[in-house]
């Protein structure tokens, strides 16, 4: 479909038993990544806390990223995050504990056997969409990450999390991308208001000359159209969605 082939990627699941050393492997297709925020590094808010305005469905996406937060108890802000961050906890290895049910069966051990498991990604879209992950749920609370999280305009490389046979495999059309589109969340748990921003560069040309804004940013909020004067307004801690799409052989040469 039109949607697998600009949206469509795959992931490499690789699972290797800590007892025998198997390793297995599964190929897993993909039409967005999702990625949390660092535990170590985020800043969240808890259902029914009030110490934010954040939380008003009446105000402007942006307006989160304004104001500096404090983490719980009165202490400062975590580290920065970038998406670098994201993508490294996205790509880490995991250990899988034998747990009843849960546990991983090696198919050499026959048998369940505590495991490290990782993910990458093997085939890269056309357009990437990054879905950073801004609810948590827990069976006793509910929780919005209000990390404000930096990520590249121009070059996001996903070579550091592709295996050497991945990057083999996308050399041809590349795997770095530019910022396309980005949507922000503001509000909380319970309701919220949705803007996006956007890159017209990709536009038609016909598009382009009638809007008079080709090449540049803008900022879609309801009915309401306006050019972006500073692209630093586009990165802050409500940043939901970004798009990216696959940089030209040419350019990443260049």
């Known amino acids: 479909s039109i949607v697998s082939d600009y949206f469509g990627g795959q992931l490499l699941s690789t699972v290797e038993c800590m007892t025998c050393g198997h390793i ?14 660092p535990k170590s590094r985020d800043s969240h808010q808890k259902q029914g806390e009030n110490n934010s305005s954040s939380f008003t469905l009446s105000l402007p996406a ?16 975590p580290p ?32 369940k056997r505590e495991c490290k498991k990782a993910l990458s ?3 890269c879209p056309e357009i990437l969409v990054v879905q950073i992950k801004r609810f948590r749920y827990t069976s006793l609370s509910r929780e919005k990450i209000g990390t404000k999280v930096s990520y590249p305009l121009d070059c996001l490389d996903l070579g550091p999390y592709m295996v050497s046979a991945a990057r083999s ?4 059309l590349g795997y770095t991308y530019q910022l396309s589109g980005v949507v922000h969340h503001s509000g909380g748990l319970s309701g919220g208001h949705y803007i996006a921003h956007v890159n017209t560069s990709s536009a038609s040309s016909q ?29 802050d801690s409500s940043a939901y969605v970004l798009f990216y799409k696959r940089r030209p052989q040419s350019e990443t040469a260049a």
Do not use: H, M
């Not at 297995?24 to 925020?37: G, H, K, M, R, W």
């Not at 998406?83 to 050499?108: H, I, R």
């Not at 495999?169 to 041809?172: K, T």
């Open 24 to 37: 297995s492997q599964t190929f897993d297709p993909f039409i967005d990544i999702a990625v949390e925020v």
């Open 62 to 77: 942006t307006s989160t990223s304004r104001r500096p937060r404090r983490g719980g108890g009165g202490q400062p802000d």
């Open 80 to 111: 920065p995050c970038g998406l670098q961050d994201c993508f490294e906890a996205f790509s880490a290895n995991e250990t899988l504990p034998v747990s009843g049910d849960s546990g991983y069966t090696c198919e050499k051990c026959k048998c």
């Open 121 to 123: 990604i093997f085939k």
């Open 169 to 172: 495999e996308n050399a041809a």
């Open 207 to 235: 598009d382009s000359s009638r809007t008079g804004n080709k090449g540049k940013w803008v900022c879609f909020n309801d009915s309401r159209v306006t050019p972006v004067t500073d692209t630093r307004e586009l990165i």
